[in-house]
């Protein structure tokens, strides 16, 4: 087969429009002349890179050869020249399978075709129909395999954004629960300061009733050591008032006994009195009188013991 072909692809344009971002990559520039074929997979001494062929650099590469191939998730840059010496079966830049790279390309491809092909006639011309058959079947197979990788990464995008639009679905509710329950914080965390505030409220209420009790009750205390101090004192008159009233009622007793005695000699005055006839009458006045003393002295006397 003898024919020019480049494929290209823009998958990682693609996912750039959807709003993906890939992260930054090693880079490796090419400002030489290289003659082997070379990928981004294994660029970087076997690790995936970025490729940049600089103005100054470009690929060489011989007949059923691929210059470069992007199969990794990297970019290749051509600024330089990729070109080949037979143009059978060549292919410049090709991008592989389902890698998310990017091709961009200022600089020139040029795969010089070999028209040295069959004569099947014999008239000394080469058979150009057959050259654009296989160009025609070479650029099929290309748009199946460049299409089967298109569906394939839009499939894969398409899952990827229902499974963001389901996760943004739960971010809404999560959220709008989120809301709900800050509202019911906020709502009693206001309560629980009305609370607080009542509560502050009536602790200073009881602390100022616990003031006033505890003055009262030093009062009461107070009063109650005065009340203890007077009736001890109380006590110790009415011990004493004891002592004098027993005092008292041996005087009276006393009294008594001598009123009675005096009574018993008043009586034998007036008994000899009587006997002594005329000359004892004024006698017996004098001891009427005495008798009348005993009996003004027990009523005296009986007054005193009652109180």
């Given at each position: 087969?003898?024919?020019?072909?480049?494929?290209?692809?823009?998958?990682?344009s693609?996912?750039?429009a959807?709003?993906?971002?890939?992260?930054?990559?090693?880079?490796?520039?090419?400002?030489?002349?290289?003659?082997?074929?070379?990928?981004?997979?294994?660029?970087?001494?076997?690790?995936?890179?970025?490729?940049v062929?600089?103005s100054?650099?470009?690929?060489?590469?011989g007949?059923?050869?691929?210059?470069?191939?992007?199969?990794?998730?990297?970019?290749?840059?051509n600024?330089?020249?990729?070109?080949?010496?037979?143009?059978?079966?060549?292919?410049?830049?090709?991008?592989?399978?389902?890698?998310?790279?990017?091709?961009i390309n200022?600089?020139?491809?040029?795969?010089?075709?070999?028209?040295?092909?069959?004569?099947?006639?014999?008239?000394?011309d080469?058979?150009?129909?057959?050259?654009?058959?296989e160009?025609?079947?070479?650029?099929?197979?290309?748009?199946?395999?460049?299409?089967?990788?298109?569906?394939?990464v839009?499939?894969?995008?398409?899952?990827?954004?229902?499974?963001?639009?389901?996760?943004?679905?739960?971010?809404?509710?999560?959220?709008?629960?989120?809301?709900?329950?800050?509202d019911?914080?906020?709502?009693?965390?206001?309560?629980?300061?009305?609370?607080?505030?009542?509560?502050a409220?009536?602790?200073?209420?009881?602390g100022?009733?616990?003031?006033?009790?505890?003055?009262?009750?030093?009062?009461?205390?107070?009063?109650?050591?005065d009340?203890?101090?007077r009736?001890?004192?109380?006590?110790?008159?009415i011990?004493?008032l004891?002592?004098?009233a027993?005092?008292?009622?041996?005087?009276?007793?006393?009294?008594?006994?001598?009123?009675?005695?005096?009574?018993?000699?008043?009586?034998?005055?007036?008994?000899?009195?009587?006997?002594?006839?005329d000359?004892?009458?004024?006698?017996?006045?004098?001891?009427?009188?005495v008798?009348?003393l005993?009996?003004?002295?027990?009523?005296?006397?009986?007054?005193?013991?009652?109180?």
């Open positions: 087969m003898r024919r020019l072909l480049l494929l290209s692809a823009g998958l990682t693609l996912g750039v959807l709003g993906f971002a890939f992260p930054a990559a090693a880079q490796v520039e090419v400002g030489t002349e290289l003659t082997d074929p070379i990928d981004t997979q294994t660029i970087d001494d076997g690790n995936p890179a970025d490729i062929i600089l100054a650099g470009s690929v060489l590469i007949a059923g050869q691929t210059a470069i191939t992007l199969n990794s998730d990297n970019t290749v840059t600024q330089g020249i990729i070109s080949s010496t037979d143009a059978d079966n060549s292919i410049g830049i090709l991008v592989s399978g389902m890698v998310t790279g990017d091709v200022s600089g020139t491809i040029n795969l010089q075709e070999d028209i040295t092909g069959a004569d099947d006639d014999n008239d000394g080469n058979d150009a129909y057959v050259s654009k058959a160009v025609s079947l070479s650029m099929k197979r290309m748009s199946e395999q460049f299409e089967v990788g298109v569906l394939e839009v499939e894969r995008l398409d899952g990827s954004v229902s499974g963001m639009k389901n996760m943004i679905s739960d971010l809404k509710e999560q959220a709008a629960d989120s809301y709900m329950m800050c019911a914080v906020a709502l009693a965390a206001d309560q629980s300061s009305s609370n607080i505030e009542s509560s409220v009536a602790i200073t209420e009881m100022q009733s616990i003031q006033d009790v505890a003055s009262q009750v030093a009062m009461a205390e107070q009063i109650t050591s009340a203890v101090i009736v001890d004192q109380a006590n110790a008159t011990n004493e004891d002592e004098s027993k005092e008292i009622n041996s005087v009276v007793q006393l009294i008594n006994d001598i009123a009675k005695q005096t009574n018993l000699l008043a009586l034998n005055a007036m008994i000899e009195a009587t006997r002594a006839g000359s004892g009458k004024g006698f017996i006045v004098v001891a009427n009188e008798k009348a005993p009996m003004q002295t027990a009523e005296a006397t009986n007054k005193i013991a009652s109180q």
